[in-house]
């Protein structure tokens, strides 16, 4: 696989993300849950979806939501190496997501055609990812390691780079996150809990797609 341009890689990620402003991490154990949980979010207003490779049906998932709900946008997340990247492109992923940036998965996606947003939770990691050319990072777990005094903090070494912030961001921080000049979308698993994707409450899930939107757009 020839690399694209780690600029270019970088503006299709910044496309997608940007006007998504928050994206679900999804974390799917039955495959049948896939489509309606994927349509649900859609219907909400959300339609740029991570699915983590965390279940055994996982990329079958993925496969499902990318053949039967059209207008979702997949990213697959949980990339944890370069075998996880090239299994996210062969499935037709738009971009993918990792916790973390080894040596190991910067080269490979450097190497590759697939957008990747690497996460990072100190310094070193942020220059590891910025020696390759990530300047769009995953701040994950973002409350949990310092919270937004830690993205600022950051900001003063690290002016141009721009964060998605993942891991504690929920309906009551989400605003705050994203209003920070750096944040350029915020993710999570709040908008759709395992208990609802258990329970099958799609339309709960719905709504609160359209309540966080709407809270969104008023900011
Ligand atoms: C994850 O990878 O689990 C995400 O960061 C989601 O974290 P959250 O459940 O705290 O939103």
């Known amino acids: 696989m020839t690399g694209l341009k780690a600029s270019a890689k970088q503006a299709a990620l910044e496309q997608i993300l940007i006007p998504a402003r928050i994206v679900p991490v999804l974390t799917i154990d039955r495959l049948e849950d896939a489509v309606p949980l994927a349509r649900a979010l859609v219907a909400g207003g959300v339609n740029v979806l991570e699915v983590t490779f965390r279940t055994e049906v996982a990329a ?6 990318i053949a039967g709900v059209p207008n979702a946008i997949v990213g697959i997340g949980t990339v944890l190496n370069g075998d996880d990247l090239h299994r996210a492109q062969a499935l037709g992923a ?24 690497p996460g990072i939770a100190t310094a070193s990691e942020l220059m590891q990812a910025q020696a390759r050319g990530f300047g769009l990072l995953k701040f994950f777990p973002a409350e949990q390691a310092g919270g937004i005094p830690m993205l600022r903090a950051l900001a003063g070494p690290f002016p141009a780079t721009r964060f998605c912030p993942t891991g504690g961001v929920n309906a009551g921080n989400v605003a705050t996150w994203l209003a920070e000049p750096n944040v350029v979308a915020a993710g999570g698993s709040w908008l759709c809990p395992a208990s609802d994707i258990k329970s099958g409450n799609w339309e709960i899930i719905t709504g609160r797609c359209i309540d966080a939107m709407r809270t969104l757009r008023k900011k």
């Open 60 to 65: 079958e998932a993925a496969k499902a939501i």
């Open 94 to 117: 738009r971009f993918a997501v990792s916790p973390g940036a080894t040596p190991e998965l910067l080269d490979a996606a450097a190497a590759s055609a697939l957008p990747l947003l």
